[in-house]
């Protein structure tokens, strides 16, 4: 049992993290609209591009190899095009969900 509930606690900081993520994004998309005067929304593979262009050929590359390179073309460009917030998002409600812990329904009275 103590080992479902470390990986519930890693899980939603996994969440947390994911979720600050997210709103710093979303504040930097927010900053560069106001900027342009126009929506400005920006691809997850800028936003890696920008922090660390290595990583994400290193990613490329080991995806390419070792799973198949029916992976990279529309599952993994795919993934790379959507949004940065909406990314992190999902993934924070993923991590989220999956580290919930319900509360206890015994000894409480139904109405």
Not at 6 to 15: M, S
Not at 32 to 51: C, F, H, K, P
Not at 85 to 99: E, I, P, R, T
Request: include cysteine; aromatic fraction near 10%; glycine fraction near 4%.
């Amino acid at each position: 049992m103590p080992e479902k509930n470390v990986l519930r606690l890693a899980c939603r900081l996994v969440a947390y993290i994911a979720l600050s993520l997210a709103i710093i994004a979303a504040v930097l998309d927010a900053a560069r609209s106001v900027g342009a005067s126009r929506l400005v929304v920006t691809a997850l593979s800028d936003s890696w591009q920008s922090i660390s262009a290595t990583s994400l050929a290193l990613v490329e590359t080991s995806i390419k190899t070792h799973l198949y390179g029916i992976f990279w073309d529309p599952l993994t460009l795919w993934l790379l095009q959507a949004p940065t917030v909406v990314v992190f998002a999902l993934m924070a409600l993923f991590f989220y969900v999956v580290g919930y812990r319900r509360t206890d329904r015994v000894g409480r009275v139904g109405a």
